[in-house]
């Protein structure tokens, strides 16, 4: 069992280092051995509907294929980058508007190629969207070292100076 | 100027401009749509704050996702007999190729139009057509019609 504190800051260094998840403000909730909980803060760049104030489905899908392409870092016992091969979502409601939005992932069969996600994306007891996704294995040696050093927090001196811890 | 009045309009014109400036998620991913005659293609510039996977660096597949599900629904909205507002109930996409961070264009297809639900083709793709980066379908529902 690894300590989800650890896997949490893994996780989030690994979403720190997505460029649209910075935008979107993403962040980590909670991680544990295969299972991950992020959030998407609810910011005017991600509406949708500018009468209703409801967030796109598209925010969502990205938080959802965020949080089922990170839980594979808890799933796997080491960091390798895996490509989505496709994405099924359900919407069963829209978010409510001015209120963050949370994603619970679990990797539910893993096998030497691939691996098979479920997510649900929620506000508080209300299922905004639930979703399945697979996920290709192309080898840890697919993943550059350097890329794999930080995820795994192993700091070089070119790149120790970081800075906000997100709201783990 | 109501969402739906700006659907007609831009239409009419062919000038998508005004409807994407008041769409803030379209204007974060930046949206472009272009006419040509009865056909529409929407285009996703080069930008980097789009970008998942920096080792290639990628477009995020949830903005792929996004960007496909969004042009869906304006396309819906376009060609609507009498416009109305889609509501989105499922979408499903299939990853081809990495989207590089390049240039990504979309066209839809009206698979099939019922009463109440539509359902719609959408394909992206970047240096040719001929090679799809992804594929994705959605249902959408009208709330006009039966209760």
């Given at each position: 069992m690894r300590d989800p504190l650890v896997l949490a800051a893994t996780v989030e260094r690994f979403v720190d280092s997505l460029a649209h998840?910075?935008?979107?403000?993403?962040?980590?909730?909670?991680?544990?051995?295969?299972?991950?909980?992020?959030?998407?803060?609810?910011?005017?760049?991600?509406?949708?509907?500018?009468?209703?104030?409801?967030?796109?489905?598209?925010?969502?899908?990205?938080?959802?294929?965020?949080?089922?392409?990170?839980?594979?870092?808890?799933?796997?016992?080491?960091?390798?980058?895996?490509?989505?091969?496709?994405?099924r979502v359900d919407?069963?409601?829209?978010?409510?508007?001015?209120?963050?939005?949370?994603?619970r992932a679990s990797c539910f069969r893993e096998t030497n190629s691939i691996l098979f996600v479920r997510c649900e994306a929620y506000q508080d007891d209300t299922i905004i969207a639930h979703c399945v996704a697979t996920f290709m294995r192309i080898g840890r040696e697919a993943t550059p070292l350097a890329y794999r050093n930080t995820i795994a927090g192993i700091i070089e001196a070119a790149q120790s100076e970081k800075g906000d811890e997100g709201c783990v | 100027m109501r969402l739906i009045e700006l659907v007609e309009k831009a239409h009419a014109s062919g000038d998508y401009s005004?409807?994407?400036?008041?769409?803030?998620?379209?204007?974060?991913?930046?949206?472009?749509c272009h006419r040509f005659g009865d056909d529409v293609i929407f285009r996703l510039p080069?930008?980097?704050?789009?970008?998942?996977?920096?080792i290639l660096p990628a477009i995020h597949g949830g903005v792929i996702g996004g960007f496909?599900?969004?042009?869906?629904?304006?396309?819906?909205?376009?060609?609507?007999?009498?416009?109305?507002?889609?509501?989105?109930?499922?979408?499903?996409?299939?990853y081809l190729r990495a989207g590089l961070?390049?240039?990504?264009?979309?066209?839809?297809?009206?698979?099939?139009?019922?009463?109440?639900?539509?359902?719609?083709?959408?394909?992206?793709?970047?240096?040719?057509?001929?090679?799809?980066?992804?594929?994705?379908?959605?249902?959408?529902?009208?709330?006009?019609?039966?209760?």
């Amino acid at each position: 069992m690894r300590d989800p504190l650890v896997l949490a800051a893994t996780v989030e260094r690994f979403v720190d280092s997505l460029a649209h998840c910075r935008k979107i403000g993403l962040c980590v909730v909670s991680a544990r051995e295969n299972e991950l909980i992020l959030e998407l803060p609810y910011s005017d760049c991600i509406v949708g509907n500018p009468e209703s104030g409801v967030i796109h489905g598209g925010a969502i899908t990205t938080l959802m294929d965020t949080t089922c392409g990170s839980v594979v870092i808890c799933a796997l016992p080491q960091f390798e980058l895996c490509p989505t091969l496709d994405l099924r979502v359900d919407y069963m409601h829209a978010a409510a508007p001015g209120r963050p939005v949370r994603a619970r992932a679990s990797c539910f069969r893993e096998t030497n190629s691939i691996l098979f996600v479920r997510c649900e994306a929620y506000q508080d007891d209300t299922i905004i969207a639930h979703c399945v996704a697979t996920f290709m294995r192309i080898g840890r040696e697919a993943t550059p070292l350097a890329y794999r050093n930080t995820i795994a927090g192993i700091i070089e001196a070119a790149q120790s100076e970081k800075g906000d811890e997100g709201c783990v | 100027m109501r969402l739906i009045e700006l659907v007609e309009k831009a239409h009419a014109s062919g000038d998508y401009s005004e409807l994407i400036g008041v769409i803030p998620y379209a204007r974060t991913i930046g949206l472009e749509c272009h006419r040509f005659g009865d056909d529409v293609i929407f285009r996703l510039p080069q930008q980097d704050e789009n970008l998942g996977n920096p080792i290639l660096p990628a477009i995020h597949g949830g903005v792929i996702g996004g960007f496909m599900e969004l042009s869906a629904s304006l396309y819906l909205m376009m060609f609507q007999p009498v416009p109305q507002m889609p509501k989105i109930v499922d979408f499903s996409i299939d990853y081809l190729r990495a989207g590089l961070n390049r240039d990504t264009f979309v066209e839809c297809r009206l698979t099939r139009q019922g009463n109440r639900v539509a359902n719609v083709n959408i394909h992206a793709w970047q240096k040719s057509r001929q090679d799809p980066i992804a594929l994705a379908r959605a249902h959408f529902l009208f709330n006009s019609g039966r209760k």
